[in-house]
């Protein structure tokens, strides 16, 4: 089945930094590769998405690119805020069924 | 328009003991899914259903049973539970199954199983 390694596990930045949280994936099937926050208590919640035909796709402060080639893909956070606090996690949408990545702890530093 | 919701929010059970959780979305999806979620695993795939009728093994479906009661209610059932059971459950539903689209999670239930 399809197997996601996510990196790095937990990430600190300061207020206005840039993040950078990377994915791979093993499936060459998967064309559907979502990014999910989850906040403290609550379920996760998708905040951006890329299918395989294009290889960026940006929406204001985020942003998430592809590589088929070498079944990478990641995602992009610019001038980041407190708000961004959460847990990120990617997940790739395989042959079959949807597989997710262990996460990453995002902490934005004021 | 609730979107997803799961009952109960918590729970506390005692090895052996049996229990359903209910999950029901109101947003006429097909695919709905169960997964657990512990510390430092992401979120793992217990079973789920690409359409009413129909469910399916997802990767770690030993000690739970499903089912799709209808298009709006997918449940999940331990029947004994095992403290390796404890967890955080969440519940999902997407309009393309398969994993080809965007996934709508419900709040959760947290289980204890002492």
Redesign the interface.
Known sequence: GENVEQHPSTLSVQEGDSAVIKCTYSDSASNYFPWYKQELGKGPQLIIDIRSNVGEKKDQRIAVTLNKTAKHFSLHITETQPEDSAVYFCSSGGSYIPTFGRGTSLIVHP | NAG?TQTPKFQVLKTGQSMTLQCAQDMNHNSM?W?RQDP??????IY?SASEGTTDK??VPNGYNVSRLNKREFSLRLESAAPSQTSVY?C?SSEVG??????Y????TRLTVT
């Open positions: 997803v899914y997964y430092g695993m992401g979120l793992r795939l789920y997802g990767e969440f999902a398969g994993g080809q689209g965007e996934q999670f419900g709040p959760g």
